[in-house]
């Protein structure tokens, strides 16, 4: 989290994920971005942004575009 470009965290989501991450999605995040059901889809297809409600509360995550 030190790195504020998310070039870090994607490089280590890659290595731990075994597959490709989309740089771009995550410097959003990273630029606290709100979410969109595109943004989320791009990180994760298998999740949405209804599955991230509690966690993004959580964290203080800003927004989330419906």
Do not use: C
């Not at 994920?17 to 595109?38: I, M, N």
């Amino acid at each position: 989290m030190l790195d504020p470009t998310g070039l870090a965290y994607h490089r280590f989501a890659e290595d731990h994920y075994g597959k490709p991450v989309d740089l771009e999605a995550v410097r959003q995040v990273f630029a606290w971005t709100p979410l969109s059901p595109s943004l989320v889809r791009r990180l994760n297809a298998e999740r949405s942004t209804a599955d991230l409600l509690a966690d993004l509360a959580y964290i203080g995550y800003p927004r989330l575009l419906a």
